[in-house]
């Protein structure tokens, strides 16, 4: 959650790709509604991610190990995206 906005309507999204994991899929059930998130290696150095964020809802995603570390403004509805992790 984000502490500026009570009740997640704004959450904190900041998915850790682990190449041992090779996908993940992670599900939030929040009293605003659903967030999901889902990853998977497309190769050894792409990631492809989906987020979901729940109706009026807003959510700040951080991609620490893609090149150049990333950040994004969403807003609620569903984001996808392939990225590059740096090394």
């Known amino acids: 959650p984000d ?3 009570p009740g997640f309507k704004r ?5 850790i790709a682990d190449r041992g994991l090779k ?4 599900v939030y059930y929040s009293a605003a ?3 999901k998130v889902s990853w998977k290696f497309i190769d050894e ?3 492809s991610l989906c987020v979901e964020i729940p109706f009026d809802c807003t959510a700040k ?3 620490p190990y893609a090149k150049g570390a990333q950040e994004y403004e969403l ?3 569903t984001f996808e ?3 590059e992790i740096g090394e």
Not at 11 to 15: D, E, H, K, L, T
Not at 23 to 26: E, F, G, K, L, Y
């Open 61 to 63: 995603l951080l991609l």
């Open 81 to 83: 995206l392939v990225y």
């Open 33 to 35: 509604g659903r967030y």
């Open 23 to 26: 996908n993940v899929d992670a």
């Open 3 to 5: 502490e500026s906005a």
């Open 11 to 15: 959450a904190v999204i900041r998915p």
């Open 75 to 77: 807003e609620a509805g």
């Open 45 to 47: 150095t792409h990631v």
